[in-house]
Each structure stands twice: as C-alpha cells, then as structure tokens.
C-alpha cells in the first residue's frame, strides 16, 4: 500500500515537473542516459583490457 501511494505521489510530481519545463526533460533524459551507456561501456573496457 504504502508504495502503491509513494509511486502516485512521484509520478503525478514527475507529470508536473514535465509540463512546467517540457523543453528541459528531453536533453535531460537524454543525456543521463548518454552518461550511464558511457560509464558501462569504459567499465566493461576497462575491466576487459585489465583483467582479461
């Protein structure tokens, strides 16, 4: 229950934080993902090239 509650309550801020700034969600978004592809992939060279 108590996440059932806490998921409404984030995603209804999350709604609202998208309709105040629509134009800064996307390069957002965009680019967290782009920063974690980034880390995984010199972690998995990394760990590749040194361990292999």
């Known amino acids: 229950m108590h996440y059932g509650v806490a998921d409404g309550s ?3 801020s999350y709604n609202a934080f998208i309709a ?3 134009v ?3 390069p957002f978004v965009m680019k967290l993902f782009q920063f974690l592809f980034s880390h995984i992939e010199l972690s998995h060279f990394y760990y590749n090239h040194f361990y292999e």
């Open 20 to 22: 105040r700034n629509p």
């Open 10 to 12: 984030l995603s209804e």
């Open 24 to 26: 800064e969600v996307v």
